[in-house]
T-cell receptor
Framework: DAGVIQSPRHEVTEMGQEVTLRCKPI?????LFWYRQTMMRGLELLIY????????DSGMPEDRFSAKMPNASFSTLKIQPSEPRDSAVYFC??????????FGSGTRLTVV | AQTVTQSQPEMSVQEAETVTLSCTYD???????LFWYKQPPSRQMILVIR??????QNATENRFSVNFQKAAKSFSLKISDSQLGDTAMYFC??????????FGEGTQLTVNP
């Protein structure tokens, strides 16, 4: 398996633009997570899905953020409109059972 | 809510020596899992070791081992025979019901030649 695949690896965008981050989890993993990593706040859970259904989105910072999982092999995290304070590394991870998560390589987002 | 605390922001060790990274956690769950993740400069999050709370035996993976003290809610990571490739940020994490992971602040470990 190729692991959890995230795209793009880097994204630079202007304030106010829409940003879409993509994730393909490991086949057969029924949990998918979106995390954000910043120097100030560390690793924060934004939202997670179980069997494509959002279970907890309490970590989503505000209405500008939305996430979808239309099928078991694809998820998106969208920010609209983007702001400079959204600059961070965004990780997607998947999991089956309690062995531990497998993380993607992350997307470094810079909003200028 | 779960909390995970790593009180050592930075540590350094000489190559081939042993180093221990500390972690404490707080949870009301009776069944949970604990993890150590490594994040090298490449930023990839890599699972180092996993401990099931109901198991008394400390987990070991090659040069990596843990000291799990359930009553004290302590979960330290020992790295033996440190190698230059061990230089990374290390995160302690706990997993609650529903499979969510809560991370500590991280410890930056530098292995010096």
């Amino acid at each position: 398996d190729a692991g959890v695949i995230q795209s793009p690896r880097h994204e630079v965008t202007e304030m106010g633009q829409e940003v879409t981050l993509r994730c393909k989890p490991i086949s057969g993993h029924d949990y998918l997570f979106w995390y954000r990593q910043t120097m100030m706040r560390g690793l924060e859970l934004l939202i997670y899905f179980n069997n494509n259904v959002p279970i907890d989105d309490s970590g989503m910072p505000e209405d500008r953020f939305s996430a979808k999982m239309p099928n078991a092999s694809f998820s998106t995290l969208k920010i609209q409109p983007s702001e400079p304070r959204d600059s961070a590394v965004y990780f997607c991870a998947s999991n089956q059972g309690d062995y531990g998560y497998t993380f993607g390589s992350g997307t470094r987002l810079t909003v200028v | 809510a779960q909390t995970v605390t790593q009180s050592q922001p930075e540590m350094s060790v000489q190559e081939a020596e042993t180093v221990t990274l500390s972690c404490t956690y707080d949870t009301s769950e009776s069944n949970y899992y604990l993890f150590w993740y490594k994040q090298p400069p490449s930023r990839q999050m890599i699972l180092v070791i996993r401990q099931e709370a109901y198991k008394q035996q400390n987990a070991t993976e090659n040069r990596f081992s843990v000291n799990f003290q359930k009553a004290a809610k302590s979960f330290s990571l020992k790295i033996s025979d440190s190698q230059l490739g061990d230089t990374a940020m290390y995160f302690c994490a706990s997993e609650t019901s529903g499979s969510r992971l809560t991370f500590g602040e991280g410890t930056q470990l530098t292995v010096n030649p």
